[in-house]
């Protein structure tokens, strides 16, 4: 919404036609003998000894997963293995060129893209670099296992590096790349610059765009590589984050040195299928997948078809497609054609494909007609190829039983307390800077900012200083608490980004970004497509190259939009990386109301129920400042919900009001609004004022006591202060905004009634919305709990009131009704 571009009538009705240029098919028509100038005749016998490590590195994981054995040496493994045999050429090809700057995502079928990447990091580092690699990485556990014997060049030592640390991850062992809990779709060494691979079709495309902005916006060299297969180009995932990679505003409003195109290749590894259905002719109808690359800018993302079958036109296609994007003028598109001779798994027969399709492109098999063309040319003899694929099946052999031996390489133990995956489910860590050697890139100092001059005449309470209630517009309310920590934190954290739909210019929709626009280069804040699956997937890219991504989500129905980065993608790679990254990752999530079936449900209990999410739901402003600055200093995901109903709201509790300065809030810790001793409420969200509310009428009506806290945090949670209160108390209700179907409350409640069984003189009650769609606002008390629900709540469940009649059934049987009903 920048008022630089002016929407002109006559621009936009004018006639005319979109006129688009020709899309390069197989275009390289060069022969090995061409190139000898080209290429030195060790690389080039080099792209053949890459590729044969790739074959044999399959064809073992082939024969272990259908005959459970390799070299004579039985083993069983149980896991998948999505094997790339038939496509080694695409991935030496695009490997060639790329240093460890240069960094790769890939799929569930990426075996040979790992070995092709490492492979090349290992010819251009010296070996200094290789061994402190080595050494460094995971306190040398690799190295301790491969090292031991070996007589070799260091070289030659990091090949068998390689070797052992993909193959020990995909058979689950603790020593494995990432300690076992990738492995065989997700494996990754990020010093080589092979990061992660995903399980999901398409999962990588939003992530890898992540992985480029931050390149982008924080001047790294290198480019990034997006390998996905040809059935991808159907997903949403995709689709958002080629729309994402492709917005204008790199090229016509960042500033510069920023301004230019993302340095990215979407490189579709073109196969021909999508586990059993063909793209082409059956489940898609693009014909020629290079001609997408025009849907989405005028540059036609510089899209082309390439022969994966030639690993010289694949290196010939980098060479040039590097030199785009380092002029800016990305992104780039390749669709790479390439066939897999094995199924989509080892259990697939490929009845879906005729016998001679196979054998016909066996007969052009990459590494039969490229050893013949290095023959032909007098580059090598027939030993000498003898030769390289008698070592290459040698150190595959090593590999192969190193990693199946439980002496040698043991799976991590998962019974123990403080086991692998409690360690990094959460890092828990805390920075409150992830680049403390730069100055953050600012408008201009934070003491002139408008929005913070403005704040220093209101209060920060919600009374004056005689106790007097303020307007909300004379006091700091939660939306300006939020601003405080974020400004803050865009001043002390170079690596901090926002966006989302709305953030610049307008100030976000709900305004708490409001001053911001004067503060920041564009690069630090803008606007994004409404893509919300791209907007949390490129967060996660952002986050695994080492930045700090502030995201939001306009209304918390939209969480169904991003579902697979958000569950697949946000909380897991911590885990399954064994606890190689990080993921500093917010993202803010307002929850609705008055706006109806689609715009005003609260989904806490879908995030809390992932494991790897932090989650959050402040309902003050003193506590949504705290935990916004521990959100934004710590290490992990953290899904920051607020209510719009209390943007406005007040400090009420904390003597003094909202601090000024900075200050953090610890997850996990309830937080007692007032003390009582007959009854304990415990609430989420904006369900405290309510629950307040209900208190005062239970106090003065009936003479109960309400003990009212706030849960604050939802994961982590700390149950030891509502235990302490419900052993004062013996009762509890807990109230919240969500359906009461599913509700976060229904989990706190069991975990009460465990640990507090024998002080419970009532069982827990739960109070929330009803299980209907959230009606117009009109009619909204009629589905929200407003405290009248906790009065006949109390009423029919905990304690009769004297006099009290119920203003809607509410009793076990009327509960039992609804669940029969399913309303």
Not at 593 to 598: N, T, V
Not at 683 to 702: M, Q, V
Request: hydrophobic share 40%.
């Amino acid at each position: 919404m920048p008022k630089s571009i002016s929407i002109r009538p006559e621009d936009v009705r004018a006639h005319g036609t979109i006129e688009f240029d020709p899309i390069p098919v197989n275009q390289y028509n060069k022969t090995l003998t061409d190139e000898l100038d080209r290429f030195a005749r060790e690389d080039l016998i080099r792209i053949y000894r890459d590729m044969a490590v790739i074959r044999a590195f399959e064809t073992m994981l082939h024969e272990v997963k259908t005959a459970n054995t390799y070299g004579g040496v039985s083993y069983n493994h149980r896991g998948p293995a999505h094997l790339s045999i038939g496509q080694e050429a695409s991935a030496v090809g695009q490997s060639f060129l790329l240093g460890v700057d240069d960094h790769i995502f890939g799929s569930h079928r990426s075996h040979g893209e790992i070995l092709a990447k490492g492979l090349s990091a290992i010819e251009k580092l010296d070996d200094g670099s290789l061994l402190s690699i080595m050494r460094g990485y995971m306190d040398g556990a690799i190295l301790k296992v491969i090292e031991p014997g070996h007589k070799g060049t260091v070289k030659e030592l990091a090949i068998d590096f390689l070797l052992y640390g993909a193959l020990a991850e995909i058979f689950g062992r603790e020593a494995g790349f990432n300690k076992g809990m990738g492995g065989s779709m997700h494996a990754f060494f990020c010093p080589f610059g092979i990061f992660p691979n995903n399980a999901i079709v398409g999962g990588s495309a939003d992530i890898s765009v992540g992985a480029s902005l931050f390149k982008k916006v924080n001047r790294k060299p290198g480019l990034v590589i997006c390998n996905i297969g040809d059935s991808s180009a159907a997903c949403g995932p995709t689709w958002e984050a080629l729309c994402f990679a492709t917005m204008d505003q790199f090229k016509v409003l960042w500033d510069e040195p920023y301004r230019g195109g993302l340095p990215i290749i979407i490189n579709f590894v073109n196969n021909f299928y999508g586990m059993g259905g063909q793209p082409v002719g059956e489940t898609l109808g693009f014909q020629m997948l290079a001609r997408i690359g025009a849907a989405f800018a005028g540059t036609q993302l510089h899209a082309e078809r390439v022969d994966g079958y030639n690993p010289l036109a694949v290196i010939d296609a980098i060479h040039r497609k590097r030199d785009l994007l380092q002029r800016g003028e990305g992104p780039v598109l390749m669709d790479t054609v390439t066939y897999r001779f094995s199924g989509h798994s080892p259990s697939d027969a490929s009845s879906y494909r005729e016998k001679s399709e196979i054998e016909a492109w066996r007969q052009v098999d990459s590494l039969v007609t490229y050893r013949a063309d290095l023959q032909s040319n007098g580059l090598c003899s027939e030993g000498d190829c003898d030769s390289i694929v008698e070592t290459v099946n040698a150190a595959i052999l090593r590999a192969y039983k190193r990693s199946i031996d439980l002496d040698l390489s043991p799976r991590a133990e998962l019974y123990a307390v403080g086991s692998l995956l409690e360690q990094t489910m959460l890092s828990n860590g805390h920075t409150l800077s992830l680049d403390p050697s730069r100055t953050p890139e600012t408008l201009g100092p934070k003491e002139d900012n408008v929005r913070v001059k403005a704040a220093v005449n209101r209060s920060r309470s919600a009374f004056d200083t005689d106790g007097n209630k303020l307007s909300s517009a004379r006091t700091i309310g939660i939306r300006d608490s939020l601003f405080e920590a974020i400004i803050d934190t865009f001043y002390t954290d170079p690596t901090l980004i926002a966006y989302g739909e709305e953030n610049r210019d307008w100030g976000g929709a709900f305004g708490v970004y409001r001053g911001l626009t004067e503060a920041l280069p564009y690069h630090r804040l803008f606007n994004s497509s409404i893509s919300e699956g791209a907007i949390v997937g490129t967060a996660v890219g952002y986050a695994l190259e080492g930045g700090r991504p502030l995201v939001e989500l306009m209304y918390c129905d939209f969480l169904g939009r991003a579902g697979d980065e958000i569950f697949n993608q946000l909380a897991k790679w911590q885990s399954m990386s064994g606890g190689a990254l990080t993921m500093p990752v917010v993202l803010r999530v307002s929850v609705g109301s008055k706006y109806g079936a689609q715009h005003s449900q609260d989904w806490t209990a879908l995030t809390a129920h992932i494991p790897g999410l932090k989650v959050v739901f402040p309902a003050t402003p003193y506590d949504a400042k705290g935990l916004m600055y521990s959100a934004l200093t710590g290490t992990d995901p953290v899904i920051f919900f607020e209510s719009q109903r209390l943007y406005d709201q007040a400090e009420l509790f904390q003597p003094g009001g909202v601090p000024e300065g900075r200050y953090e809030i610890e997850f996990g810790q309830p937080d007692i609004k007032r003390a009582g001793s007959d009854l304990t409420i415990l609430t989420i969200g904006a369900t405290l004022y309510r629950a307040l509310e209900a208190a005062d009428t239970l106090e003065k009506e009936y003479g109960i006591s309400c003990e009212v806290i706030d849960a604050r945090s939802i994961v982590p949670f700390n149950y030891g202060p509502v235990i302490e209160s419900v052993r004062k108390t013996h009762r509890i209700l807990l109230a919240s905004d969500a359906c009461e179907r599913g509700s976060f409350l229904h989990t706190m409640a069991s975990k009460i009634t465990q640990f507090a069984f024998d002080s419970l003189d009532a069982p827990p009650v739960v109070v929330g919305a009803r299980n209907w769609i959230t009606p117009p606002d009109e009619v909204e008390d009629s589905f929200f709990p407003f405290p009248v629900d906790i009065l006949d709540a109390v009423h029919e469940h905990i304690q009769p009131l004297p006099g009290y009649t119920t203003n809607r059934r509410c009793h076990n049987a009327e509960m039992m009704r609804r669940s029969a009903e399913g309303i």
